[in-house]
C-alpha cells in the first residue's frame, strides 16, 4: 500500500487562498490516479479533483474554475490550489490514490480547511 501524508489546510477568509499537498510514499507514484475528496460535518465525502498519471484532470462542477489540480511525479506529489474560496468549502480534505484498475486504493489522515464569511 501506499502512505499519503497531507498537508497545508488551516482557517482563511472568504476569498482567500490555501494550497494542499499529499507526499505518496512507494515508487510508482506515476501510475496512479490521484484526487481530492473532502468531506463536510454531516455530509458524505464526495470527489474535489483528480489528476491521471497522464495529466487528465476532473473536478466537481462546485470547484470548476477556483481549485486546480496538479502533481509533480519527480517528487510524488499531488497538490491543490484553492482560490476564491467559500464558507461552503469547509470540510476536511482527503487525499486518494488508487491504480487505474482500483486494485490498490489509499487515503490519507485529512487535513481540517475552514473558510470564515
Known amino acids: 500500500q501506499v502512505q499519503l501524508v497531507e498537508s497545508g489546510g488551516g482557517l482563511v477568509q472568504a476569498g482567500g487562498s490555501l494550497r494542499l499537498s499529499c507526499v505518496a510514499s512507494?515508487?510508482?507514484?506515476?501510475?496512479?490516479?490521484m484526487g481530492w475528496y473532502r468531506q463536510a460535518p454531516g455530509k458524505q465525502r464526495e470527489l474535489v479533483a483528480t489528476?491521471?498519471?497522464?495529466?487528465?484532470?476532473n473536478y466537481a462542477d462546485s470547484v470548476k474554475g477556483r481549485f486546480s489540480i496538479s502533481r509533480d511525479n519527480a517528487k510524488s506529489t499531488v497538490y491543490l490550489q484553492m482560490n476564491s474560496l467559500k464558507p461552503e468549502d469547509t470540510a476536511v480534505y482527503y487525499c486518494?490514490?488508487?491504480?487505474?484498475?482500483?486494485?490498490?486504493?489509499?487515503w490519507g489522515q485529512g487535513t481540517q480547511v475552514t473558510v470564515s464569511s
Open positions: 512507494g515508487s510508482i507514484f506515476g501510475f496512479w490516479v
Open positions: 486518494n490514490g488508487r491504480t487505474p484498475s482500483r486494485a490498490l486504493d489509499s
Open positions: 489528476v491521471t498519471g497522464s495529466g487528465t484532470t
